[in-house]
DNA sequence: AGGATGGTTCGATGAACGTCATACTCCGAA
DNA sequence: TTCGGAGTATGACGTTCATCGAACCATCCT
């Protein structure tokens, strides 16, 4: 059995918050994370940021409600997925943009 | 006579920086204004965003030290105008992504 | 059943933010 | 040179935010 977070539908997704949510030095780190499409699971090694897990839990809250990462429930796992797709559907470039910064200091 | 305010230079705009500028509802109508890649003169008519004066002054700055903006000061006059090829040559696509959302409610 | 594990929720706390009013600077025109 | 307008800087105020620890919930394994 597997379920899901709710998440609000692509075109219910606001710049605005979307905007917010990815300006965060560890949310941003999040999303190069899951910037190579696959689902990831926390709890996993390379989901060490430096934070708490609570706090952790705060970020991919907002970055789930802000409709740019997708949950699926797993037993007692979680599946991360960028919502890449939906993302440039709404705002073409604007993830690609994001995911260029990969190589810099 | 004209001067400018100094700005950061390409290579160092940070996408964070960048990011949280524009995660504003009062800043993004500015970059939308700007979006027509004109300089626009503060103190117009469409300059009107239901702020105070002293708190445009603030977002204005906030959006000229992350690099997003430029302003060229001409006598009482302050230019504004969006870095739009600096942006997209340091995160392709993000500005487009941005300013494609005009159209929706 | 019981314990360990993976996640969330709930205060609390200190920092950052948006907003405004006021005071200030600078420029141009009378 | 004096006045008004355009813009900035400062200080205050209330709100939001990131962070943490502790308590809690659910699931898997023994």
Redesign the interface.
Known sequence: MSTEYPTPATAELQ??DV??A????VR?DVVRLLGDGMAHCKGREDWNFGVQKSTMSHHLRILREAGVTDVTIDGRDHWIRLRREDLEA?????????L??RAEG
């Open positions: 710049l605005v905007l917010r990815l300006a965060d030095p941003l709404r705002f073409p470039g604007l993830i690609t943009g994001v260029s910064d």
